[in-house]
């Protein structure tokens, strides 16, 4: 592992769980990685030598017509950009965004990003006070203006808080793909919905490719609190970037990368080549945190007492200036061939709950959608799988979630039956939060 002098440095450290042992024939090696930071983030460290220092961010309000139903939404959600403004640090670059089927900048205007100092922060504060609701909804426009502000900045952080309260009607969905894909990789964005008015794929499709966390904030009081929360969560990330990096020997086929902690995201199909026989996938900017991630490979068929280095995870940071990039830590996933029995059928437990996490996701998602379609057979047996896979991994959240979907009658075999009614926001909020994981007791 690559540590670092400075005490109050990032400090990157990876551990690789697995159970190495295969039967004779098998070609399937899992592991779950476990990257964890320290030292930087919330505890005040310092960029990592060569970075650039600071952070920039920009809040994407929506000012749409519909904020005005109930008209107290609108004033909720100027509250809640103020209560963002009120976390920025001294010395952050900062921006505001009014988004309807336009993107205009509220604050400070004219293509510039303000820097946060009392000053600046009571003048953003009065200039949201003159917001109002009209128009539609075009994300895309407000992305790209967010992508222009924040790419003018000379910082290593660069972030986007987006809320809407509708769906994205103003433009086509091809319009928002080419933004996200424009977007991805220039600036991590936190995305949420407020109300039950919005499209939950949208809004998870935002975060998902921005590398960032959605939410339903569905009573808009609560919007400042969650706006405050996200903000000191941005104000606390010292080191963007960063990649985890896949080698693999001649012969050996990648089958995933995901992570699976603190929520399930597919990473495989965002590699980008980095070598011989190795590829980088993105992680975004990180704290003072911890995140598990499931890599799965296939080997070559090998005799009994053979082993060999299935695959080399390392964790890369780039050279702004184009040099070799920076490697912060590494570990290694090996396959060793074995005849003995128990060893080679054992399922390692982290590897055995996390791909318990991720169907967990995965059926409610076909659950509600099934619900969605009428086929409530086939909803029952989803949601009564994702309710037995809940109860047997200790994910209490999710389990409370599906219990306003479903009643419960066995949680231990998986036996439910849908609710005959269901709060729009109830359903909603299980579909956003669907992929938020519990870590593994280890």
Excluded at 161 to 177: K, V, W
Aim: one cysteine or more; hydrophobic letters at 40%; proline letters at 4%.
């Amino acid at each position: 592992m690559a540590n670092f002098s400075k005490s109050n440095v990032p400090q990157f450290s990876v551990e690789v769980y697995q159970n190495e042992f295969l039967p004779e024939g098998g070609r399937e090696v899992n592991g779950i990685i476990t990257v964890t930071s320290t030292g930087g983030g919330t505890t005040g460290g310092v960029p990592l030598p060569g970075r650039a220092a600071g952070a920039a961010v920009v809040i994407m309000v929506d000012c749409s017509g519909s904020m005005d139903y109930p008209p107290t939404k609108m004033r909720n959600a100027r509250d809640a950009t103020a209560a963002a403004v009120d976390t920025l640090r001294d010395g952050t670059s900062f921006a505001v965004v009014a988004g309807t089927h336009v993107a205009k900048e509220v604050y400070p205007g004219n293509g510039r990003l303000a820097v946060a100092d009392a000053r600046t922060r009571a003048e953003a504060k009065g200039a949201l006070r003159r917001l109002s609701a009209g128009g539609g909804t075009a994300i895309g426009t407000w992305l790209r203006l967010a992508d222009r502000l924040l790419g003018a900045a000379d910082v290593d952080i660069r972030h986007g808080i987006l809320l809407t309260d509708g769906r994205n009607e103003h433009e086509a969905p091809e319009d928002l793909r080419a933004a996200l894909d424009a977007c991805a990789g220039r600036f991590t964005c936190d995305a949420r919905g407020v109300g039950t008015d919005w499209e939950v794929k949208e809004v998870t499709a935002i975060s998902s490719a921005l590398l960032g966390t959605a939410d339903i904030v569905a009573d808009p009081a609560g919007l400042a609190a969650d706006f405050t929360r996200m903000m000191e969560n941005a104000m606390g990330k010292e080191v963007a970037d960063v990649a985890l990096r896949l080698w693999t020997p001649v012969g050996v086929e990648i089958q995933f990368v995901k992570q699976v902690a603190p929520t399930v995201a597919d990473l495989t199909g965002r590699r980008t080549e980095a070598g011989p026989r190795a590829g980088d996938y993105p992680t975004g900017s990180w704290g003072d945190e911890s995140r598990d991630y499931h890599v799965c490979v296939r080997v070559p068929e090998a005799g009994i007492g053979q082993e060999m280095l299935a695959a080399r995870v390392s964790l890369v940071l780039p050279d702004p200036s184009g040099g070799a990039p920076q490697t912060l830590s590494q570990g290694l996933v090996r396959a060793v061939w074995t005849d003995d029995m128990v060893a080679s059928t054992s399922i390692n437990p982290q590897v055995a709950h996390y791909t318990g996490q991720a169907e967990l996701a995965q059926v409610i998602q076909q659950g509600l959608d099934a619900r969605k379609s009428g086929d409530f057979d086939g909803a029952t047996a989803k949601l009564g799988r994702a309710v037995q896979l809940a109860s047997a991994s200790g994910n209490e959240d999710t389990a409370k979630l599906l219990s306003k979907v479903v009643d419960v009658v066995d949680a231990a075999t998986g036996t439910v039956r849908l609710k005959a009614k269901v709060a729009e926001a109830d359903e909603m909020t299980l579909e956003t939060r669907s992929t938020k994981t519990v870590r593994v007791k280890k």
